[in-house]
């Protein structure tokens, strides 16, 4: 059975503890407090004469801020406890935890309390297979600090642990011996400080303090004004505005400011991808143009920045290419992983040209597409002189590190992700088709914005050019006419790899596809093989590949199929659309809390229950910001000139849905929609505004 886990986050921070609070190294798990990719505690464990905590109950006050109620010993000494434990913790840039211990009998008592403390300064990367560092720790009893400290070269991390409480330090923790009056109760507070130079050790109460105000004031501030300017959401259905509410609050936690770069940007999500990944964050922002705009520009500038521009085999750079993964830990600073910048993606490239266009069409940003003229340029110049790597004109990867390089570099980038229904592997490079969609749908928008804001319509009409010949030439080679759907991918002769996979939906999306041949992927999509009853299996069933666990081989994404419902709508496959997103609310109810980054692929009828899977991290950006574009999509916003056109077509069960205040280039304008079994209104609001 799956051990319950207790986290807080803040950016790219985060710890991740059981039940109780405790933080204990997991072999199979990031449990501990990290930032910036690197474990500063693998060990705080809290024993109180000697036993450890067992949890009462835990308030999750905000997803920086929980507190654990404990009583020690064992479940039968519950009911007649004498005392009692608060861990009341806290993340910002440092962690907070006051611990809190109340003696409820009416004798004095006297507690040997004990925390555990230690690190491993372990880089994310290697969480599974961690190796023994040299770590420094200095005992400081007169300043009640603890210091832990790892060099290596010029990489220097450190963690600080004080106490507002006199206290006996040792290398291995910090023991508090102490009495309580009968009815009363003892508090201390630790803080922790994470340095990443070496500099640290600031007064410990003007660092509390300064903490505090944060939590306190700032951040709580900060999340109610996020949530206050995102759309109000009306809804008849009482579940649905609690899911909404915890995807705003589940995005504004995975919200972090990079090092070089003032403005607030998406990571991928906990625990693995608490970094800055290009595809997610890319997919986060246009899932969320309608509801939280403001991720858009400083992601579409860090993106810029970072772009490559230069032949680096071992990181998969090629000048124009837009980054997959950004990371800071040691493993990434002395190149063990390629990953201090990664450019082993092939679908992030496009999806940066689709995403400034898209902001612009929501914004009327015109100002950050001109700024932006000559990385965009870049990125579209990219697709054809480095992504054609066989010369017939479609988008390609095979990465250039044989030793650490991503094998596949679409969405579905696990090693076994890309198979024929036999379960053979198609040889590289690989044109996976969802690319070519992506890549027809950035010339397309780069031919806009090359005629509305560049100044430079014969480019513009190249790329229009480029696109019809792209859309012409994948219609021929990717359909499969006997199966009425388009191939996963071709081989590097132009063989068609014939699995069926939700990659069809994303084509959709695109706008790639022939129109006479939208209804056929439609059936596809909400079919048995595909449709499980919660959402679209990556990878239909009834093929030798197909595994209802396998993340990328049959399993349910949330992410993958907020794509695919709007791609069903831009082709008028309403009724298919509604079905699927109906499936993906039940899931985000049924779980409660954050909604998985993926589900098993089983039928609904036969487990009734979405089933979670181990690999699967919460909260995620894309996943939490695919029930917004979900909710988009039923309520059909699409930013039309200078207006917002809805044109709603809910799941059933939906009833009546007003979303209020939707910022775009008309200020803020309104959506209504009801599903066909809700009574209507007596005034109906407008649908264009």
Same mark, same amino acid.
């Given at each position: 059975?799956?051990?319950?886990?207790?986290?807080?986050?803040?950016?790219?921070?985060? #710890?991740?503890?059981?039940?109780? +609070?405790?933080?204990?190294?997991?072999?199979?798990?990031?449990?501990?407090?990290?930032?910036?990719?690197?474990?500063?505690?693998?060990?705080? *464990?809290?024993?109180?004469?000697?036993?450890?905590?067992? #949890?009462?109950?835990?308030?999750?006050?905000?997803?920086?801020?929980?507190?654990?109620?404990? *009583?020690?010993?064992?479940?039968?000494?519950?009911?007649?406890?004498?005392?009692?434990? /608060?861990?009341?913790?806290?993340?910002?840039?440092?962690?907070?935890?006051?611990?809190?211990?109340?003696?409820?009998?009416?004798?004095?008592?006297?507690?040997?309390?004990?925390?555990?403390?230690?690190?491993?300064?372990?880089?994310?990367?290697?969480?599974?297979?961690?190796?023994?560092?040299?770590?420094?720790?200095?005992?400081?009893?007169?300043?009640?600090?603890?210091?832990?400290?790892?060099?290596?070269?010029?990489?220097?991390?450190?963690?600080?642990?004080?106490?507002?409480?006199?206290? !006996?330090?040792?290398?291995?923790?910090?023991?508090?011996?102490?009495?309580?009056?009968?009815?009363?109760?003892?508090?201390?507070?630790?803080?922790?400080?994470?340095?990443?130079?070496?500099?640290?050790?600031?007064?410990?109460?003007?660092?509390?303090?300064?903490?505090?105000?944060? *939590?306190?004031? +700032?951040?709580?501030?900060?999340?109610?004004d996020w949530l206050e300017r995102a759309p109000q959401l009306v809804a008849e259905r009482d579940e649905l505005s609690a899911i909404y509410?915890?995807?705003?609050?589940?995005?504004?936690?995975?919200?972090?400011?990079?090092?070089?770069? %003032?403005?607030?940007?998406?990571?991928?999500?906990?625990?693995?991808?608490?970094?800055?990944?290009?595809?997610?964050?890319?997919?986060? @922002?246009?899932?969320?143009?309608?509801?939280?705009?403001?991720?858009?520009?400083? &992601?579409?500038?860090?993106?810029?920045?970072?772009?490559?521009?230069?032949?680096?085999?071992?990181?998969?750079?090629?000048?124009?290419?837009?980054?997959?993964?950004?990371?800071?830990?040691?493993?990434?600073?002395?190149?063990?992983? %390629?990953?201090?910048?990664?450019?082993?993606? #092939?679908? &992030?490239?496009?999806?940066?040209?689709?995403?400034?266009? !898209?902001?612009?069409?929501?914004?009327?940003?015109?100002?950050?597409?001109?700024?932006?003229?000559?990385?965009?340029?870049?990125?579209?110049?990219?697709?054809?002189?480095?992504?054609?790597?066989?010369?017939?004109?479609?988008?390609?990867?095979?990465?250039?590190?044989?030793?650490?390089?991503?094998?596949?570099?679409?969405?579905?980038?696990?090693?076994?992700?890309?198979?024929?229904?036999?379960?053979?592997?198609? =040889?590289?490079?690989?044109? &996976? @088709?969802?690319?070519?969609?992506?890549?027809?749908?950035?010339?397309?928008?780069?031919?806009?914005?090359?005629?509305?804001?560049?100044?430079?319509?014969?480019?513009?009409?190249?790329?229009?050019?480029?696109?019809?010949?792209?859309?012409?030439?994948?219609?021929?080679?990717?359909?499969?006419?006997?199966?009425?759907?388009?191939?996963?991918?071709?081989?590097?002769?132009?063989?068609?790899?014939?699995?069926?996979?939700?990659?069809?939906?994303?084509?959709?999306?695109?706008?790639?596809?022939?129109?006479?041949?939208?209804? #056929?992927?439609?059936?596809?999509?909400? +079919?048995?093989?595909?449709?499980?009853?919660?959402?679209?299996?990556?990878?239909?069933?009834?093929?030798?590949?197909?595994?209802?666990?396998?993340?990328?081989?049959?399993?349910?994404?949330?992410?993958?199929?907020? *794509? /695919?419902?709007?791609?069903?709508?831009?082709?008028? @496959?309403?009724?298919?659309?509604?079905?699927?997103?109906?499936?993906?609310?039940?899931?985000a109810e049924t779980l409660g809390g954050a909604v998985p980054e993926l589900i098993a692929g089983y039928e609904r009828e036969f487990t009734?229950?979405?089933?979670?899977?181990?690999?699967?991290?919460?909260?995620?950006?894309?996943?939490? =910001?695919?029930?917004?574009?979900?909710?988009?999509?039923?309520?059909?916003?699409?930013?039309?000139?200078?207006?917002?056109?809805?044109?709603?077509?809910?799941?059933?069960?939906? +009833?009546?849905?007003?979303?209020?205040?939707?910022?775009?280039?008309?200020?803020?304008?309104?959506?209504?929609?009801?599903?066909?079994?809700?009574?209507?209104?007596?005034?109906?609001?407008?649908?264009?505004?």
């Amino acid at each position: 059975m799956r051990q319950e886990r207790a986290y807080v986050v803040a950016g790219n921070a985060f #710890a991740v503890g059981d039940a109780q +609070g405790d933080m204990d190294t997991d072999p199979r798990y990031p449990v501990g407090l990290f930032s910036f990719d690197t474990r500063f505690v693998s060990r705080w *464990v809290l024993t109180v004469n000697g036993e450890r905590l067992n #949890a009462l109950s835990r308030d999750d006050m905000a997803y920086f801020e929980t507190r654990f109620f404990l *009583v020690p010993g064992a479940a039968s000494h519950y009911v007649d406890a004498d005392v009692s434990v /608060i861990r009341h913790r806290s993340l910002d840039d440092s962690f907070n935890e006051r611990i809190t211990v109340l003696n409820h009998s009416s004798e004095p008592a006297e507690y040997a309390v004990r925390l555990e403390i230690g690190s491993d300064f372990a880089d994310t990367s290697e969480i599974l297979r961690t190796h023994p560092r040299d770590v420094l720790v200095t005992a400081d009893p007169a300043a009640r600090q603890l210091r832990l400290r790892f060099e290596r070269g010029r990489f220097v991390r450190e963690t600080i642990v004080s106490s507002t409480a006199p206290v !006996e330090v040792d290398e291995g923790g910090m023991t508090f011996r102490i009495r309580i009056e009968p009815e009363g109760k003892w508090i201390t507070d630790l803080h922790v400080e994470m340095t990443i130079h070496g500099a640290g050790g600031r007064d410990l109460r003007a660092s509390l303090e300064s903490h505090r105000d944060h *939590v306190r004031r +700032g951040m709580r501030e900060d999340l109610q004004d996020w949530l206050e300017r995102a759309p109000q959401l009306v809804a008849e259905r009482d579940e649905l505005s609690a899911i909404y509410e915890r995807s705003l609050t589940d995005l504004a936690s995975l919200r972090y400011r990079p090092l070089a770069n %003032p403005g607030l940007v998406p990571v991928g999500g906990l625990p693995w991808a608490m970094t800055l990944y290009g595809r997610d964050s890319l997919f986060t @922002c246009l899932q969320s143009l309608a509801f939280t705009p403001e991720l858009t520009p400083a &992601t579409l500038r860090e993106f810029a920045m970072l772009q490559g521009g230069q032949l680096d085999d071992e990181r998969d750079e090629e000048p124009g290419k837009i980054l997959a993964e950004l990371r800071y830990g040691e493993s990434a600073a002395f190149g063990d992983e %390629p990953s201090a910048l990664y450019y082993g993606a #092939a679908d &992030t490239t496009p999806l940066f040209v689709i995403l400034l266009d !898209e902001y612009e069409r929501w914004s009327g940003d015109a100002d950050i597409v001109r700024e932006l003229r000559h990385p965009a340029r870049m990125a579209l110049d990219w697709i054809d002189e480095y992504g054609d790597l066989a010369g017939d004109g479609y988008l390609r990867y095979v990465t250039r590190n044989s030793r650490k390089g991503w094998v596949n570099q679409g969405w579905k980038n696990s090693p076994d992700a890309i198979r024929y229904a036999d379960g053979r592997l198609p =040889g590289f490079p690989r044109a &996976t @088709c969802e690319l070519q969609g992506y890549a027809y749908d950035a010339k397309r928008r780069g031919a806009r914005l090359a005629r509305e804001f560049w100044g430079d319509p014969a480019y513009a009409d190249r790329l229009d050019r480029e696109a019809d010949e792209l859309k012409r030439r994948f219609n021929r080679d990717y359909w499969l006419p006997h199966r009425e759907y388009y191939a996963l991918a071709l081989e590097p002769d132009g063989t068609p790899v014939d699995a069926l996979s939700s990659n069809i939906g994303h084509l959709l999306w695109s706008g790639i596809v022939e129109d006479e041949r939208a209804r #056929a992927l439609a059936a596809h999509l909400v +079919g048995p093989d595909l449709f499980s009853g919660w959402g679209v299996r990556t990878l239909a069933s009834g093929q030798h590949p197909y595994n209802p666990v396998g993340s990328h081989l049959g399993a349910v994404w949330p992410s993958d199929n907020a *794509v /695919i419902v709007a791609g069903l709508r831009h082709y008028g @496959c309403d009724a298919e659309a509604a079905r699927i997103a109906g499936g993906i609310f039940d899931v985000a109810e049924t779980l409660g809390g954050a909604v998985p980054e993926l589900i098993a692929g089983y039928e609904r009828e036969f487990t009734k229950y979405p089933v979670q899977l181990p690999a699967a991290g919460r909260p995620q950006s894309w996943s939490s =910001g695919a029930l917004l574009m979900l909710l988009g999509a039923v309520l059909g916003l699409r930013p039309t000139g200078e207006s917002l056109l809805v044109n709603p077509a809910l799941p059933t069960g939906f +009833g009546r849905v007003e979303l209020l205040d939707i910022p775009g280039r008309w200020g803020r304008s309104d959506a209504y929609g009801r599903d066909r079994g809700a009574a209507p209104r007596h005034h109906e609001r407008p649908r264009l505004r």
